[in-house]
């Protein structure tokens, strides 16, 4: 983030990065994917973990707002 905003953000935007902790549990995630929808204004949300994508896949479609779901597998 740093990097991109001292090359001049993204179309001139500077990113901000917003993080709140799921504790890998899903209705916590949705509890923290909603006040970041609600306080942040972000642009996308990035969620860790398939279970928690999971929780949050109803709040994002609601919201219509971008939101990726990254996740491993050993």
């Known amino acids: 983030v740093e990097e991109v905003n001292r090359s001049g953000g993204i179309t001139g935007r500077n990113l901000r990065l917003v ?11 949705a509890t923290a994917y909603t006040k970041i929808a609600e306080t942040a204004a972000p642009a996308a949300v990035l969620v860790h973990l398939t279970s928690v994508g999971m929780a949050v896949r109803p709040l994002a479609e609601r919201r219509r707002l971008l939101t990726l779901v990254g ?4």
């Open 71 to 74: 996740s491993t597998h050993p």
């Open 19 to 29: 993080v709140e902790d799921s504790a890998t549990e899903p209705r916590t995630g």
